[in-house]
């Protein structure tokens, strides 16, 4: 693995850990104790929570960089069921920010965003580490990336096109950049 991507990942696990500390004090008391079990389950792998994030939360950017959190609270980011602590990591901090999203003061919920922007940003920074630096990206990974985003209504049927296209292609690395481009437009 690359200095940058490492130098990306321990950025990763550290905004991640603030911001679980940050759900923590407003979360209710019978929730606080997963956010404790998901701080020490997530340094069991460091990898797997950028890697989640990147997959789930990623779809979602467009609606975040616009500061429009309500299609986000409607819609349930995590759709698979796994056996994955990991998933079920996120679908617990899911599971918090919307339980307490209508109680929380705006500069709360600034706050929130502003956390969730900088993990998307390191997200972002991550899989355009994989584009640029694996050869032919990284395939299971630009595969679940492209799954999410097929699930989310705001993508244009023509890009989840072209990329299908480029994936039944066998041009993974092609799929993968424009993916990233989608991502960071």
Known sequence: MKDFRVEIIKDFNEYIEEFLEFLKILAPSNLKHKIDQIIIF????KVAPIQYFSIYGLPYKKFLDN???SYI???NLITKKTDSSTEEDFR???EIIKSI???LSEDNKNTCIKHMKRLLKCSVDYVTDIVNTEPNGNKQFTMLILLEIMNVDTFLMSDKYHIMKLVTDKKIQEASQYINFLLTK
């Open 42 to 45: 997530k340094n069991a792998n």
């Open 67 to 69: 500061n429009d959190f």
């Open 73 to 75: 609270l409607n819609t």
């Open 92 to 94: 617990i901090i899911e």
């Open 101 to 103: 999203w209508n109680k």
